[in-house]
């Protein structure tokens, strides 16, 4: 997409490339991470990844040392039925639970944001940011775009590395279908998965975002123009690559429900894998290798935590942010192509 760090917050991503003096300069220390929010599974999940006395490899040398609960959110019943559970669960992998944002801060070398209300994601990651301590924020991101760019900006401003992505990018099954040798070089995708609403957060953030992640992560960044078909039974939405390239997200509202893909390429086209699973080999899709679903994602966390790359561009980030605006501008205006370009001019101002 021509100028898409120039229309937006060019200068953060400066950020990927800042080491943390921290974190980095004794490699062979344990790197503590806490956890801000406990109404989210992943939480718990990834804190067994971590805290597993068998780790190797990149989960090996951190764990999660302590976790603030924080309070559940009021008007999402998600967040109020799973905070209790999600609290008692992490306990069982010696982590701490403590009173305060400030306490955790003083404990930990790095964070992860696991709260399930994305409203709560800026002033959050605000104190994080400040205190200079590596984040993760799991999606999403923000619950509006003019959150996700202000968190980001932030990031740049105080200089301190910070990245959000959802699981989905890195299922073997997905993230895969970039080089598969039956696939080859890929000319398009289409994505199909759940997408379910939440009223607090904007149309596609809530669920969808990890679908629209998906097709990211087989297409690349690079989407200049989109369009939205709602019906009852679908989102159906089309983005149009600036080499020409369609890639497409069914967003399923009726019927059977799966994550998948198929993709498209010079040499073959393929379904991919389902999430948590690994490749398709010969249009076979493997459903009993090792499941997948979080593993993948955390070994990227842990490198990062260890004073790694941000292993998602900003820019990526923000485009994928403004291809679900986009997506829901053109729902507004009964299909019409909507530029992502436009939603970024925009989103600085």
Known sequence: MPKLCSVILASIVAVSFIPSSVLHAQPTKVVRVGVLGLDNYQAVAYAQLFNNPKATGDLAGLRVVAAYPGQASADIPESVASLPQWKKQITAFNVKLVGSVDELLRGCDAVMIMSLDGRKHLPEATAVLKAG????????????????????????????????????????????????????????CDVYG??????????????????????????????ESVRCTSTPYAESITGVWNDGRVGTFRGIKKGALKYSATVFGDKGVSVSGIYGHGVPVKGVVPTNDKYMGYEGIAIEMAKFFK????????????EIFAFMEAAHESKQQKGASVRVADILARSSK
Request: hydrophobic letters at 35%.
């Open 194 to 223: 759940g997408c379910p609403t939440e009223p607090h957060h904007a149309e596609f953030y809530w669920h969808a975002v990890h679908g629209i992640e998906t097709l990211f992560t087989i297409m690349g960044p690079g989407c």
């Open 307 to 318: 004073g790694g790359p941000v292993p998602v561009s900003i820019s990526e980030t923000l």
């Open 133 to 188: 301590k590596r984040l993760y924020i799991g999606r999403p991101l923000a619950a509006s775009m003019k959150d996700a760019v202000a968190i980001l900006k932030l990031a740049e401003q105080t200089k301190t590395p910070c990245w959000s992505s959802s699981q989905h990018r890195y299922s073997p099954g997905f993230i895969g279908m970039r080089n598969h040798p039956e696939v080859g070089k890929v000319f398009g």
